[in-house]
């Protein structure tokens, strides 16, 4: 995927995957929600935590959080050259 600019990884699961495709090290590129890395492709990795039920229902991930997060994926899109 050439011209893929940016990755929104769901849980630090999805992003330590995403990680170790990319050929990168998990200990360079620490899980936080809201969190975006550039990796070695240039391709940027947001972070957001699970939209699982237990985080939903606890307050851990709030609409508005995971609206950002998708937010900022998008506007790594717009910015791509």
Request: proline letters at 4%; glycine letters at 8%; a positive charge.
């Amino acid at each position: 995927m050439p011209r893929l600019a940016a990755i929104l990884a769901l849980g630090r699961i999805a992003h330590d995957s995403v990680i170790v495709a990319a050929g990168g090290r998990v200990s360079q590129f620490r899980f936080a929600h809201g969190a975006v890395h550039t990796l070695p492709s240039g391709t940027r990795l947001v972070d957001s935590y699970h939209c699982s039920r237990y985080n939903t229902q606890t307050g851990v991930l709030t609409e508005a959080m995971f609206r950002e997060a998708v937010a900022t994926a998008r506007a790594a899109v717009d910015d791509a050259p």
